[in-house]
């Protein structure tokens, strides 16, 4: 079994910034992409970010030079650093992980963290 778990969300005031992190764990081979979606109350989950297993990464342009992902020294883990924070910035943020486990290669999703950015 797989699991991806997400923490780090919270409220926070515009212009400030937040820190999500992924970890995912279980009977893993390989980690292909890791990415952040995101989901505001009443619209579609939108991408975010992605990296690859090379630690190469392409943003959403509403977040271009305002987020930075990254994986962690344990490649099962991804971070989201987010500055300047906007409320519209503010939603569900989701990890999703593409692994090959111990029969197949697939998508995992965590649960979400919420981000709320207001004053």
């Known amino acids: 079994q797989v699991q991806v778990v997400e923490s780090g969300g919270g409220l926070v005031q515009p212009g400030g910034s937040l820190r999500l992190s992924c970890a995912a764990s279980g009977s893993i081979s390989s980690i292909y992409f890791m990415r952040w979606y995101r989901q505001a109350p009443g619209k579609q989950r939108e991408w975010v970010a992605v990296i690859t297993s090379t630690n190469s990464t392409t943003y959403t342009t509403s977040v271009k030079g305002r987020f930075i992902i990254s994986r962690g020294n344990a490649k099962n883990t991804v971070y989201l650093q987010m500055n300047s924070l906007k409320p519209e910035d503010s939603a569900v943020y989701y990890c999703?992980?593409?692994?090959?486990?111990?029969?197949?290669?697939?998508?995992?999703w965590g649960q979400g963290t919420q981000v709320t950015v207001s004053s």
């Open positions: 999703n992980a593409d692994i090959r486990a111990t029969s197949a290669r697939r998508d995992y």
